[in-house]
């Protein structure tokens, strides 16, 4: 992985701004690329949009115990929203809360439309062995914590958004490719997470150009008695009880 060259903004007014003691990984991931580690609980996650995404796959697992993981589909049934952003949270298939987003400048993270495979990557920009799909760049990742193609489930889109008509079609919503945007995931457990850097399987373009992101690990700030994920609803308030409850000795 290359390091990071891009400066982050010292004016800690600005919520993109990050204090440099703060950081503790700093990385800018290439197009077509995988990244993969551990966020320690309390620790953020930022995914940041440098070029114009054609969208970033994420899958997510309890570190200490990968048998629990990520469920999109009660991510968005217990929130009754689909539509992720800036104070919701991302569930378990346990119910419990792996990340909170404690922040998000885009607003386009699709949860229905999962990864791209070989298969697809076939049918949209023809044969040929430099199309990387997201679906072996998650297996070539989980194969490193003793887990295999099994332990891979719906993934979650960054920076891209898929419309449903009321007879269920979906279809890609183009627009959301705005560099600069981020968003900002707070580790509530220790989390194993996967980035694959490669075009939604979605995406209209038949030119294969994934662009790079920028990857950010940092000490995020205490939780305030206030903060907005934990407080958003009696649903996350049970999410984070049981959560908490895996640390409370």
């Known amino acids: 992985m290359v390091q990071a060259s891009v400066s982050l903004d010292s004016d800690l007014s600005n919520p993109a701004a990050i204090a440099p003691d703060l950081i503790l990984l700093n990385e800018t991931l290439p197009g077509s690329a995988y990244w993969h580690g551990v966020i320690k609980r309390g620790n953020t996650l930022r995914v940041t949009d440098l070029a114009g995404s054609q969208g970033v796959s994420l899958i997510c697992y309890n570190a200490d115990n990968a048998i629990e993981r990520l469920n999109v589909a009660d991510t968005a049934?217990?929130?009754?929203?689909?539509?992720?952003?800036?104070?919701?949270?991302?569930?378990?298939?346990m119910g419990r809360i792996l990340f909170s987003i404690t922040e998000d400048t885009s607003g386009c993270h699709d949860l229905f439309g999962g990864c791209s495979h070989a298969v697809s990557n076939a049918a949209k920009y023809g044969d040929g062995e430099f199309w990387i799909n997201s679906r072996d760049n998650f297996r070539r990742a989980v194969t490193r914590y003793g887990l295999s193609k099994k332990d891979i489930m719906p993934n979650i889109n960054l920076f891209t958004r898929v419309a449903i008509a009321s007879d269920g079609k979906m279809s890609f919503v183009e627009g959301c490719e705005q560099p600069?945007?981020?968003?900002?995931?707070?580790?509530?457990?220790?989390?194993?997470?996967?980035?694959?850097?490669?075009?939604?399987?979605?995406?209209?373009?038949?030119?294969?150009e994934p662009k790079p992101i920028q990857v950010n690990v940092w000490n995020s700030p205490s939780i305030a008695g206030d903060d907005l994920c934990r407080s958003a609803n009696p649903e996350a308030i049970r999410g984070f009880i049981n959560t908490d409850a895996l640390f409370a000795q």
């Not at 900002?184 to 850097?197: I, P, Q």
């Open 180 to 208: 600069g945007s981020f968003i900002d995931l707070r580790a509530e457990m220790n989390v194993l997470v996967v980035l694959s850097n490669c075009p939604h399987v979605m995406h209209p373009s038949k030119i294969y």
């Open 77 to 93: 049934k217990i929130q009754f929203n689909a539509a992720l952003k800036k104070g919701m949270v991302i569930y378990s298939d």
